[in-house]
């Protein structure tokens, strides 16, 4: 297989990005037609509004023709935290791969990326992530735990939990 190319995010990409928020977010079962409707929905517009700035940071996953996936992470605030939220120091993440891709190894390799990178900047990463969703085993694979006490129930009236990934 070809590797994936890998590269930073930049603010061109937001549509892109709203496009895998609205993947992640499992926006479509909760009745959002399209990512556009992403942004009139403030717990879900914060980790996206305004991309690009700060210390907005994130990695694209491509095909020599088109984008496939991206993570990006980004520090949100008690004021208007997301559903990972830890501290204002801890950046929360955000990860998602086409369909057409997924279980391809593009997950880990733009999380593997996004680590690296970010290892040296921050105590920790943080993230939210459906008790039954197959990606815990990825978060699990790459070194988060489960923030013990963070569970609530989530739009789809399932478990959510908080991971995170100390350095
Ligand atoms: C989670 C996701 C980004 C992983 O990317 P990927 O390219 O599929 O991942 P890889 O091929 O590198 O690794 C496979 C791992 O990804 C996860 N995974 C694979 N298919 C998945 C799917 N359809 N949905 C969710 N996670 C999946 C599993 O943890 C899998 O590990 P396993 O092989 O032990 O089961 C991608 O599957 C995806 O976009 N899923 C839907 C959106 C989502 O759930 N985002 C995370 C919200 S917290």
């Known amino acids: 297989m070809t590797p994936p190319l890998l590269r930073l995010a930049t603010r061109a990409d937001e549509p892109?990005?709203?496009?895998?928020?609205?993947?992640?977010?499992?926006?479509?079962?909760?009745?959002?037609?399209?990512?556009?409707?992403?942004?009139?929905?403030?717990?879900?517009?914060c980790y996206i509004d305004g991309w690009g700035t700060g210390d907005?940071?994130?990695?694209?996953?491509?095909?020599?023709?088109?984008?496939?996936?991206?993570t990006w992470i980004r520090l949100l605030t008690s004021e208007r935290p997301g559903y990972g939220y830890i501290d204002d120091n801890t950046p929360e993440l955000v990860i998602a791969v086409v369909p057409d891709a997924r279980g391809t190894g593009l997950?880990?390799?733009?999380?593997?990326?996004?680590?690296?990178?970010?290892?040296?900047r921050?105590?920790?990463?943080?993230?939210?992530?459906?008790?039954?969703?197959?990606?815990?085993?990825?978060?699990?694979?790459?070194?988060?735990?489960?923030?013990v006490g963070s569970?609530?129930?989530?739009?789809?009236?399932?478990?959510?939990?908080a991971m995170i990934l100390r350095f």
């Open 122 to 147: 921050y105590p920790a990463i943080s993230l939210s992530v459906r008790l039954e969703n197959p990606a815990r085993r990825l978060y699990t694979r790459l070194g988060f735990t489960d923030v």
């Open 107 to 120: 997950g880990t390799a733009l999380l593997t990326r996004l680590i690296a990178d970010v290892r040296s």
């Open 16 to 45: 892109f990005l709203l496009a895998m928020l609205y993947e992640a977010s499992y926006a479509a079962e909760q009745g959002l037609t399209s990512p556009e409707a992403l942004r009139s929905r403030p717990d879900l517009s």
């Open 56 to 70: 907005d940071f994130g990695i694209i996953g491509s095909t020599a023709t088109a984008p496939q996936g991206a």
């Open 151 to 161: 569970e609530i129930t989530n739009r789809a009236g399932t478990t959510s939990m």
